[in-house]
């Protein structure tokens, strides 16, 4: 008897160990069997922390490229949290700004062992916090399955939202999952420091919406359809099981891309069939260790950007609308016009309306390090990638992330 979180097709042609196939199964067969899955429901928010004064830059930056809106800033002793929100169907992005460059703590920890990480060691992506029906539930049962939480004392010195329970950073992918209850047709409010609306912000926040709407843009960009962590090669099987073990996620396959030594692993809410009201979660790996591609003459900008950046979330997918403009798919539309603005592409769009979709990746935001992607689907296109999209995809973003690291040893 199929349960709800195997009752899905897999897709791809990535070979897993029976490690993973046997624990797969387990876990999901355990965690619906529990209630886990059926508790756990959407993403209701991403945290991204950047350094002191960039948030600025960096939510003018978001609000042009993004649908987001500024809605508000809540001010704690150490931090300033922007609330960025599409709508109640769309995760909410939190931009965290450290007041005090000297501040120490677990995140600017998992950033300074690694080259290119310790060089902006505030700036993180951090995770996502799931709503779920019954936070002290979810919490005990994770407990007793050995998943380990901040307490609330850690919460506060952290100056993380009061109303969440937060799952401490993974060994894998060094990201968090917190959980929170809200009923599904509340509005989110987050308990943590003074609420205002900051002029400055406001006014950088409007500025980016006038120009996205001249450009025409407003009605082309829609939400998140995923997001795409890279992890170290022998951590790519306990990085998805876990992630299922945390979410109500389920496995949707994975691809070798052999030319680029890598592999892409999708993952998929099991409530929510359209990523833009709960985004896919994908794990990027080498498939194989740094220590052997000097025999085996291959590339390897996964696992080069791990070792100078460490387990973290590498890009940022946001969806653009299916149709055309003067002939021209919308997602040339919108690169050229944010390429007219200054923005800065990693390469040409690729893909074709033939192929399904068309895909392009921006340069790494300077402030939180992360990429932007634009995927625009054709049709009834299903997928996330072809083969040929995302080995140049990865291609282009590991020569962009090596010249950034003969930066840095410059630098020093």
Not at 1 to 11: D, G, K, V
Not at 142 to 164: A, C, H, T
């Amino acid at each position: 008897m199929m349960t709800p979180s195997l009752n899905f097709p897999r897709y791809g042609d990535k070979l897993n160990s029976p490690f993973f196939e046997e624990f797969l199964v387990s876990l999901l067969e355990e965690r619906d069997r529990s209630g886990l899955t059926q508790a756990i429901r959407q993403i209701d928010a991403l945290m991204i922390t950047v350094e002191p004064g960039n948030s600025l830059a960096y939510i003018g930056e978001l609000c042009l490229m993004t649908p987001y809106h500024y809605l508000v800033t809540l001010e704690s002793e150490g931090h300033f949290t922007h609330i960025l929100r599409i709508d109640m169907n769309a995760p909410d992005v939190l931009v965290r700004e450290v007041k005090d460059p000297n501040s120490r703590g677990i995140f600017r920890s998992l950033n300074e062992v690694y080259p290119i990480g310790a060089h902006k060691p505030n700036s993180r992506y951090m995770g996502e916090v799931f709503r779920v029906q019954n936070p002290h539930e979810v919490v005990e049962m994770q407990k007793s399955r050995d998943v380990r939480f901040f307490n609330q004392d850690q919460i506060r010195k952290l100056e993380l939202p009061g109303n969440m329970s937060v799952v401490k950073p993974s060994p894998y992918t060094h990201n968090i999952v917190g959980y929170w209850e809200r009923p599904e047709h509340d509005i989110r409010v987050y308990s943590l420091g003074l609420s205002t609306i900051r002029d400055d912000v406001n006014a950088a926040y409007r500025q980016a919406k006038e120009n996205q709407a001249r450009l025409g843009l407003d009605k082309m960009l829609l939400p998140i359809d995923h997001l795409a962590t890279r992890v170290y090669s022998q951590n790519r099987e306990a990085a998805i099981l876990e992630y299922l073990s945390l979410t109500s996620y389920y496995y949707w396959g994975s691809y070798d891309i052999a030319d680029q030594n890598s592999s892409t692993n999708v993952t998929k809410s099991v409530h929510h069939a359209n990523e833009l009201e709960c985004p896919a979660k994908v794990f990027t790996a080498a498939n194989h260790p740094y220590f052997v591609n000097h025999l085996l003459k291959l590339p390897s900008p996964t696992e080069q950007f791990v070792r100078n950046f460490g387990p973290r979330l590498h890009h940022v997918a946001v969806a653009v609308a299916d149709g055309e403009i003067d002939g021209k798919p919308h997602i040339d539309y919108v690169v050229d016009s944010l390429r007219d603005c200054g923005q800065d592409f990693l390469l040409d769009v690729i893909g074709s309306k033939e192929e399904g979709l068309k895909q392009i990746f921006s340069s790494a935001s300077e402030y939180s390090s992360l990429i932007i992607e634009y995927v625009q689907r054709f049709g009834d296109f299903q997928g996330f990638f072809t083969k040929d999209n995302v080995a140049n995809l990865t291609h282009a973003a590991g020569v962009e992330e090596s010249l950034k690291a003969l930066e840095v040893e410059a630098s020093h």
